[in-house]
């Protein structure tokens, strides 16, 4: 069918799905976050005959004052939760929730508690290379399954090039003094915006969510969202 100009293939015209922007705060090294990550991308996926989605990663350091060489991570966390039993108790529990989501948590491998701030560097950096959920990704696995060292930057940069990133830009994003600095801007500005906890999602700038949680309170999320994230338009007979 050809009209006016325009020729448009016989049931080629469909409506455009509306669009749902998806702000996520989160730090590399929170096991609820990589839970979070899965969840939210079941929920996606469940919508994606319905909507149309743009996700973007936002840093969030839960321990800004680590040293540039980590710490200990099962001493750390023992001593943060109250013991080695404790320690025990509530990771065995993460990894079982974890499991349930296909994720592997393996915490025996993890040895160093790392700064995040070079990691938030790349991922962000990685953002204008429309590799961002990738590398995201990449450092939650490399951390958690791996248990690969994510205080130095030879395995930052590796993980980040595995997944896609060019070499060149993850070493150049935790060389910069400005993009480590911004790091720490960005994670000022979310904070002025409550959030004292990850992960926390923002859908398109006015709905927060808190928490790792179940797929289908995303999708509802979604559908209240449905008005607003479609366009506005002028129908036959109606007001403009």
Request: glycine share 8%.
């Amino acid at each position: 069918m050809e009209k006016a100009g325009i020729a448009i293939k016989e049931g080629g015209l469909k409506s455009l799905k509306p669009v749902i922007k998806i702000d996520v705060v989160s730090d590399v090294v929170c096991p609820w976050c990589y839970i979070g990550k899965r969840r939210l991308e079941k929920a996606m996926t469940m919508a994606s005959d319905k909507f149309t989605f743009e996700v973007t990663y936002h840093p969030f350091e839960l321990n800004p004052t680590t040293p540039p060489s980590g710490f200990n991570q099962r001493e750390y966390l023992a001593e943060k939760f109250g013991g080695q039993e404790r320690y025990d108790s509530i990771t065995g529990h993460t990894s079982g929730v974890a499991a349930q989501e296909g994720l592997v948590m393996n915490y025996d491998k993890q040895v160093i508690l790392p700064n995040t701030r070079k990691a938030h560097a790349i991922i962000f950096a990685s953002q204008s290379e429309k590799a961002q959920i990738e590398v995201t990704e990449a450092f939650f696995k490399a951390y958690f399954t791996d248990g690969v060292d994510l205080s130095k930057d030879e395995n930052l940069i590796s993980v980040a090039e595995a997944a896609g990133l060019d070499r060149n830009i993850a070493e150049t994003a935790i060389n910069s003094q400005a993009v480590i600095d911004s790091i720490s801007e960005q994670e000022h500005e979310i904070q002025k915006l409550g959030v004292r906890g990850v992960p926390f999602y923002i859908f398109n700038s006015e709905h927060g969510v808190s928490g790792a949680q179940a797929p289908e309170t995303f999708l509802n999320v979604f559908n209240e969202l449905k008005s607003s994230a479609t366009g506005d338009t002028c129908e036959i007979g109606g007001e403009c």
